[in-house]
């Protein structure tokens, strides 16, 4: 094309034109390092149950990893039993223990324990004409119904009480199925977790705090822990390699962690802690910095329109954090990868429970290793992934 007639056309374009041809030059670019096949991104919607959406993509992965195929298993079978659980523990320290529809990984292993598993098809729990889970009717109901009971007025239980909490599950969830059929062959809830080959003891709970002595199991000190389930304690340069190498090695790694912050940006995807102290922004100097105050402070610490330097965490930080419940069991989530961006930093592919909406990794997002060793309660894995010295530390075989 003529060079004066190349000009011309582009002082005539159109700015937006020209902007789309323009290359991505803000935000974050990653490249993964690892990633573990999984399967597709589910939606809790409106409830409060990440806890199973987590656990179950945790083991649908598995599944995947032992060469068992694709699986859809039922979250909603997993959270009518623990409401039961959690009913019946209630009544009987007579309101003195949690109860709502929050929970953890010990939950889910319970229940495979005790309950079994069932796939979707079998239990969809969606018995009140909506497409998705919305719970907060039922969770009210079940809420009145346990803490009537134990202030009934007859001063004694009535026998068939737990006959009418299930019936409110029944109406909302659907009655448990006793059997199913899957490709010709009929199973129980528990025959289906056995021919699956899933075996709760296979797996750990990993944390990492100095109120509690390393390489020693813990009952975790969190609301949600109405089992009063144990994580094994280890530092967190420890916890941090378990991570990796579970990850490196083709084991997904459970995740539950605080995502109530600043630096958890859903529509951007991706978790971070911005160093606030020294950010390396362009064109501040530090004096300039330390003057500005807290909300202008902000603002440019949480644009994420590139990486910038993150906070280092200390044990000590991360102790304190959780001691001053800045950092609070929140959200249940998988790792399925290490990824790093730009500048080569290393973030943790994160497969949420959101659906495919929100942001551009459908249903996925980055969390920062800053992020990951400042915000985790705990991860869960399968024992194999543990190097035999951590197996050796925690006395595990």
């Known amino acids: 094309m003529n060079r004066l007639l190349a000009l011309v056309l582009i002082a005539i374009l159109p700015l937006s034109v020209l902007a789309k041809k323009k290359p991505k030059t803000k935000g974050y670019q990653f490249k993964m390092l690892y990633e573990v096949p999984t399967t597709p991104v589910k939606d809790q919607y409106r409830t409060g149950t990440c806890w199973s959406f987590s656990g179950m993509a945790f083991f649908e992965t598995e599944l995947l990893r032992m060469g068992k195929g694709e699986y859809?298993?039922?979250?909603m079978y997993n959270v009518r039993q623990s409401y039961v659980e959690k009913a019946d523990r209630f009544v009987r320290f007579q309101g003195k223990t949690n109860f709502g529809n929050g929970g953890i990984i010990h939950d889910v292993l319970y229940n495979i324990e005790k309950y079994?598993?069932?796939?979707?098809?079998?239990?969809p729990g969606l018995k009140y004409d909506e497409p998705k889970p919305v719970h907060a009717e039922m969770d009210a109901l079940l809420s009145t119904y346990v803490n009537t009971v134990i202030q009934n007025k007859n001063k004694k239980l009535s026998p068939v009480w737990l006959n009418g909490f299930e019936?409110?599950?029944?109406?909302?969830?659907?009655?448990?199925?006793?059997?199913f059929e899957i490709d010709g062959q009929t199973y129980t809830p528990k025959?289906?977790?056995d021919h699956l080959g899933i075996n709760p003891e296979d797996y750990v709970i990993?944390?990492?705090?100095?109120h509690h002595p390393?390489?020693?199991?813990?009952?975790?000190?969190i609301p949600d822990n109405?089992?009063?389930g144990s994580i094994y304690n280890l530092p967190l340069n420890e916890m941090m390699e378990v991570v990796n190498q579970a990850l490196e090695n083709g084991y997904s790694v459970g995740w539950g962690a605080d995502v109530s912050e600043k630096g958890f940006s859903w529509k951007n995807g991706v978790a971070i802690v911005p160093d606030d102290e020294a950010p390396e922004l362009d064109n501040l100097e530090q004096a300039k910095w330390d003057a500005l105050g807290s909300k202008e402070k902000q603002k440019l610490l949480y644009t994420f329109e590139k990486p910038?330097?993150?906070?280092?965490i200390t044990q000590e930080l991360r102790q304190k954090q959780f001691d001053n419940y800045l950092t609070t069991d929140d959200h249940g989530m998988l790792f399925t990868g290490i990824a790093e961006d730009q500048n080569g930093s290393i973030y943790y592919k994160v497969k949420n429970s959101w659906s495919e909406s929100g942001n551009d990794y459908k249903g996925f997002f980055f969390a920062s290793k800053t992020f990951v060793e400042l915000k985790t309660i705990d991860v869960w894995v399968h024992k194999n992934a543990l190097s035999e010295e951590i197996k050796a530390k925690l006395g595990i075989e």
């Open 72 to 75: 859809d298993l039922a979250e």
């Open 191 to 193: 025959s289906f977790a």
């Open 206 to 210: 990993i944390g990492s705090y100095t």
């Open 116 to 123: 079994g598993l069932v796939p979707e098809a079998a239990y």
């Open 214 to 221: 390393f390489y020693k199991p813990f009952v975790i000190e």
């Open 226 to 228: 109405w089992l009063r």
């Open 308 to 312: 910038i330097k993150e906070k280092v």
């Open 167 to 179: 019936g409110i599950l029944n109406a909302y969830l659907g009655d448990v199925p006793e059997e």
